[in-house]
T-cell receptor, first 113, second 112 residues
């Protein structure tokens, strides 16, 4: 069964450093998303991406964040200058089309020291 | 503000028990509804979609009341493996671009 994959599974970084989180969505999916979950809190939407551009973003997704689909398979989230409060699980998700279910990757745990 | 509210939990139940979770959502224009399951430090996994007519999948039954903006999940004959956090999730928009809005989740512990 096809699945969303994410790398790395755990990333530790120093405050102020740049990180890139990588995702490979399911191959025939058209909509891509990043969510985050701070430990003990709910899953929060960051950004959605369709047709090679951002379609929606939350207030969390400020100028420090960017997304890219550099080739036909990868979907990346970059945090330019990490803060302590960026420590969270980051989940990538994808959807075929319409209003159907989103499939989530296993997540990347980001720890900012 | 678009919100999804759930029972705070935790629910601690014996094996074989029936347990029900409730959820309300704020946006009456919401289009699609889901229950996801999340195990500790894992990704959310779809348990079932929720339809206006109600739907059942084995021991799990989901109901939607659009007038009350209320969603429920019933689990019958609980198993130890049902222990997890159950997330009520709503798509509050009209397109595939619209993000999912998650509730905080209700933790279920099924005890032998």
């Amino acid at each position: 069964e096809p699945e969303v994959t994410q790398t790395p599974s755990h990333q530790v970084t120093q405050m102020g450093q740049e990180v890139i989180l990588r995702c490979v969505p399911i191959s025939n999916h058209l909509y891509f998303y990043w969510y985050r979950q701070i430990l003990g809190q709910k899953v929060e939407f960051l950004v959605s991406f369709y047709n090679n551009e951002i379609s929606e973003k939350s207030e969390i997704f400020d100028d420090q964040f960017s997304v890219e689909r550099p080739d036909g398979s990868n979907f990346t989230l970059k945090i330019r200058s990490t803060k302590l409060e960026d420590s969270a699980m980051y989940f990538c998700a994808s959807r075929v089309e319409g209003l159907g279910e989103q499939f989530f990757g296993p997540g990347t745990r980001l720890t900012v020291l | 503000r678009k919100e999804v509210e759930q029972d705070p939990g935790p629910f601690n139940v014996p094996e074989g028990a029936t347990v029900a979770f409730n959820c309300t959502y704020s946006n009456s224009a919401s289009q699609s509804f889901f229950w996801y399951r999340q195990d500790c430090r894992k990704e959310p996994k779809l348990l079932m979609s929720v339809y206006s007519s109600g739907n059942e999948d084995g021991r799990f039954t989901a109901q939607l009341n659009r007038a009350s903006q209320y969603i429920s999940l019933l689990i019958r004959d609980s198993k130890l493996s049902d222990s997890a956090t159950y997330l009520c999730v709503v798509n509050m928009g009209f397109s595939g671009n619209t993000p999912l809005v998650f509730g905080k989740g209700t933790r279920l512990s099924v005890i032998a």
